[in-house]
């Protein structure tokens, strides 16, 4: 795999995971101030692991993960517009990202368990067996929601997102697992990799505050 | 010069930092130990990849092998860790401490939500549920007891 598409994939988790941490401390309840909680630092720690490999890729004197997750320009990060959006304090539409992701994250698992590359088919089993725990939640969620009208909305506008997460190639697997149609190139307008959404640009003025404020600070 | 032997009885000494009535060599994480030419390579996994811990350990065992005289090398095995890898003394510490050992791994959807395999390490009950699948580390979910109205934190199976 090359540099960029690692950093494809440790983007997406680093960013969801910073969304996903938004909910702490505010969560309709405590159990799931927990369970946000959780899933935003197992995200963040498989982001970590793919800026490893990444880091181990580029070769350049003094990058590791954390340079590769907070020093670089807004232009320069691989994450889908899917994870960048700013969604609490929605509940509905935080739940039916949370089901989507974690059901188009799963195709992509299994695709990269499969490479012919030692650590990153190692590294993808291994995320695998974590990323269990969040699809019971995401599942257990969506069950529970069910026809809630809000909820069915927000699956139905984020859709086209999700779909656009994965390449294209793996799309009409989770279009057969969503029992959906793949979208068109019309919804899917501004919404794949590549381009960044509106919220992307205040996410990273303040995922990357602390360290821009003393460059080359130890911790 | 140092052993193999004596650099696996000082990491065995080392509390893990977030259940430190467990050890790192009870939870699995040390893979291998090779000793050569004054250093000690140390082959390690984390628990879980987002495990705060690892930082804190790796610097310990760091610690421990430069105190035996040798020149420490921690790597990160590639194999992902497993619940599995806890030895039965470390299942037994876990119990005395309050923390339900892991299920034996199967795939965590079905052993999770399974009645019966988790008995209380309070009573010794069967008779306990699930309340959150996410405890206060990612390597720990939320169950109690209806049995003797305990809460307790279980150890994910993975």
Same mark, same amino acid.
């Given at each position: ?8 994939? %440790? ?12 909910? &702490?401390?505010? $969560? ?10 959780? +899933?935003?630092? &197992? #995200? ?9 490999? %990444? ?17 670089? #320009? ?18 509905? %539409?935080?739940? %039916? ?5 974690? &059901?188009? /994250?799963?195709?992509? +698992? ?13 590294? $993808? ?43 294209? #190639?793996?799309?009409? &697997? ?23 959404? /509106? ?18 600070? $130890?911790? | ?29 040390? =893979? ?5 030419? !004054?250093?000690? =390579? ?15 350990? =790796? ?28 030895? @039965?003394? !470390?299942?037994?510490?876990?119990? @005395? ?26 009573? !010794? ?14 390597? =720990? ?18």
């Amino acid at each position: 795999m090359s540099a960029q598409e690692l950093l494809a994939l %440790a983007d997406d988790e680093l960013v969801l995971g910073w969304r996903n941490s938004e909910w &702490t401390g505010i $969560a309709p309840f405590l159990e799931e101030d927990v369970a946000f909680s959780s +899933i935003a630092q &197992t #995200e963040i720690g498989h982001a970590r692991a793919w800026y490893e490999l %990444a880091a181990r890729l580029i070769e350049r004197e003094g990058v590791d993960a954390d340079t590769l997750a907070f020093d670089r #320009e807004p232009g320069e990060y691989r994450c889908a517009p899917f994870v960048e959006m700013r969604l609490v304090p929605d509940w509905a %539409a935080t739940i %039916a990202r949370h089901w989507l992701y974690e &059901t188009a /994250d799963r195709i992509r +698992i299994e695709t990269l368990k499969g490479s012919e590359e030692r650590a990153v088919a190692a590294l $993808a089993e291994k995320i695998d067996r974590e990323e269990a725990y969040h699809r019971m939640h995401a599942q257990m969620w969506a069950e529970r929601l069910g026809e809630e009208p809000r909820f069915v909305a927000a699956v139905e506008e984020l859709w086209p997102y999700a779909a656009a997460l994965l390449p294209p #190639e793996q799309r009409s &697997t989770l279009a057969t697992t969503m029992s959906r149609e793949i979208p068109g190139n019309g919804p899917l307008l501004g919404k794949e990799r590549g381009q960044h959404s /509106d919220d992307f640009a205040p996410l990273w003025e303040e995922m990357t505050m602390v360290r821009r404020s003393v460059p080359g600070a $130890a911790w | 010069m140092v052993t193999a032997a004596a650099v696996w009885d000082a990491l065995a000494e080392i509390p893990d930092p977030e259940i430190p009535t467990v050890s790192l060599v009870d939870l699995g994480v040390i =893979r291998e130990v090779e000793v050569g030419d !004054g250093r000690v =390579r140390v082959s390690f996994t984390p628990t879980f990849l987002g495990c705060p811990a690892v930082e804190v350990m =790796r610097s310990l065992m760091a610690e421990r092998i430069r105190e035996l005289g040798a020149e420490p090398e921690i790597d990160v095995a590639s194999e992902g860790w497993s619940s599995d890898w806890i030895s @039965e003394e !470390g299942r037994r510490k876990l119990r @005395e401490s309050g923390f339900a050992p892991p299920a034996h791994a199967g795939p965590a959807t079905l052993v999770q939500i399974q009645t019966g395999q988790h008995p209380c390490p309070y009573c !010794g009950s069967d008779d306990t549920r699930l309340e959150n699948l996410f405890g206060p580390t990612p390597c =720990r979910s939320i169950r109690y007891c209806d049995a003797c109205r305990q809460p307790f934190e279980q150890f994910k199976t993975l």
